[in-house]
T-cell receptor
Framework: RKEVEQDPGPFNVPEGATVAFNCTYS??????FFWYRQDCRKEPKLLMS???SGNEDGRFTAQLNRASQYISLLIRDSKLSDSATYLC???????????FGSGTKLNVKP | NAGVTQTPKFRVLKTGQSMTLLCAQD?????MYWYRQDPGMGLRLIHY???????AKGEVPDGYNVSRLKKQNFLLGLESAAPSQTSVYFC????????????FGDGTRLSIL
């Protein structure tokens, strides 16, 4: 079983829409969680960390559900520039590695 | 502040040739990582280092070697390149053990013919 699993998508949404992605992780002892964004043929870039109480950064909201072992990313008022692949990242209890999901592709259409 | 710098950006090799990819970071980070990314596979960890002079195997270490002689540099070597090693290689660094996120270089696109 993979450490981290994501729906590959693509999610095709119109501008202004709200879209949500989930990411499930297998190790219940996982400690740190992040969402990264990756544009085509570019390096992953940190979008936001995910805190236990949930956190928001502008149009982006991240949440953690430890009981069901998933994290989520909500994007409100989608922009064309949000089109990218979104990677979720989990670190285990000993923190020495980062486990990446394969990514969820988002296409925001005019 | 350059962050994480990878050289070269592109390279084409013939099967059996060797080469070294260089990753340099100027953030004084302890931890450094090498990943490869293939279509539909996501990022896979090749090797990582938890400090100067240390290295450890990741998920797909076969065919690669690494060295961390200086804290700021992490080298990835291919001793005898194979077509299966055609990929995009990313280096990353982080200040500590996963509490803080990783910072990535902009990648090396490597083709093995």
């Amino acid at each position: 079983r993979k450490e981290v699993e994501q729906d590959p998508g693509p999610f095709n949404v119109p501008e202004g829409a709200t879209v949500a992605f989930n990411c499930t992780y297998s190790n219940s002892a996982s400690q740190s969680f992040f969402w990264y964004r990756q544009d085509c043929r570019k390096e992953p870039k940190l979008l936001m960390s995910v805190y236990s109480s949930g956190n928001e950064d502008g149009r982006f909201t991240a949440q953690l559900n430890r009981a069901s072992q998933y994290i989520s990313l909500l994007i409100r008022d989608s922009k064309l520039s949000d089109s990218a692949t979104y990677l979720c990242v989990v670190t285990p209890y000993n923190f020495n590695k980062f486990y990446f999901g394969s990514g969820t592709k988002l296409n925001v259409k005019p | 502040n350059a962050g994480v710098t990878q050289t070269p950006k592109f390279r084409v090799l013939k099967t059996g040739q060797s080469m070294t990819l260089l990753c340099a970071q100027d953030m004084n980070h302890e931890y450094m990582y090498w990943y490869r990314q293939d279509p539909g596979m996501g990022l896979r960890l090749i090797h990582y280092s938890v400090g100067e002079g240390t290295t450890a195997k990741g998920e797909v270490p076969d065919g690669y070697n690494v060295s961390r002689l200086k804290k700021q540099n992490f080298l990835l070597g291919l001793e005898s390149a194979a077509p299966s090693q055609t990929s995009v290689y990313f280096c990353a660094s982080s200040p500590d053990r996963g509490y803080q996120p990783q910072h990535f270089g902009d990648g090396t696109r490597l083709s093995i013919l």
